[in-house]
């Protein structure tokens, strides 16, 4: 089941908001230029930002996401009408031969089980055109960015749709390589709280190198991340089943 900050209505409906500019979407926009896509499967697409740019560029898109109230919210954004929007997870995804398979934000490390890992490469795999790329990120467990998710460092005051909100990050769980955290959102006009748990796995880098070729890609490469520099592992994969 998706974490709730997708799921219930009222926390989609703030979500953009709340998650603030998404600058890391244009290093995304630039790889997928870099190498010539046409057509991208975004897994995990959420409230459909990525897709939408995409989309409006001639892009031929299809997002997927198991969160249906973050796909109502994308359905409404400007050239939603151009996506193919699919309700599900990756185990459900239709014949494909996509260019590249791209996983933004934390979506590579929402699968903690390498049961659940393995399914998300292998049907990315499947989703691709022979030599199509895989394009992902996964943050530097060196860099134990978990110790800086508290209140104290986190709390916002944000304005969105449905007025002022305020909203704030807390650990409630390290054991490596996963590790745990709650998402709190006070809505000021009725003073309402309402929160989200989470949890992330944080994979090596040679972890995920060894699991990938296992999955039938070649590393093109590991790239940093403008947004968070020395803090996450951007990689390409080429597909290379026959």
């Known amino acids: 089941m998706p974490d709730r900050i997708f799921a219930e209505p009222r926390l989609a409906a703030i979500y953009d908001a709340i998650d603030g500019e998404r600058s890391d979407l244009d290093h995304y926009e630039a790889i997928l230029d870099e190498i010539g ?11 459909g930002e990525l897709a939408c740019r995409l989309a409006r560029r001639g892009i031929t898109t299809i997002g997927v996401d198991p969160a249906e ?4 919210v994308a359905r409404r ?16 995804l239709p014949p494909l031969a996509a260019d590249a398979v791209v996983m933004t934000g934390n979506v590579a490390q929402v ?17 691709l055109r022979s030599g199509g790329r895989l394009v992902f990120e996964s943050r530097d467990p060196s860099f134990r960015a978990w110790e800086e998710w508290t209140r104290e460092r986190s709390f916002s005051l944000t304005d969105t749709v ?41 994979r ?11 999955h039938g890609f070649e590393i093109e490469d590991v790239r940093d991340a403008p947004d968070r520099p020395s803090r996450e592992f951007v990689f390409i994969c080429r597909a290379t089943q026959p």
Do not use: N, Y
């Open 37 to 47: 896509a046409g057509t991208v499967l975004d897994i995990g697409c959420g409230t």
């Open 162 to 202: 449905a007025g002022l909100v305020e909203h704030w990050v807390e650990l409630t769980d390290v054991s490596l390589p996963l590790v745990s955290f709650r998402h709190s959102f006070r809505f000021i006009d009725g003073g309402e709280l309402l929160t989200s748990d989470s949890t992330l796995r944080f």
């Open 204 to 214: 090596e880098r040679d972890e995920l190198m060894a699991v990938l070729g296992a």
């Open 69 to 72: 109230a973050s796909l109502d």
């Open 111 to 127: 699968f903690v089980s390498d049961e659940q890992w393995s399914a998300a490469l292998s049907a990315s795999c499947a989703a």
């Open 77 to 92: 954004k400007p050239g939603a009408d151009l996506v193919t929007w699919l309700l599900g997870d990756v185990s459900a």
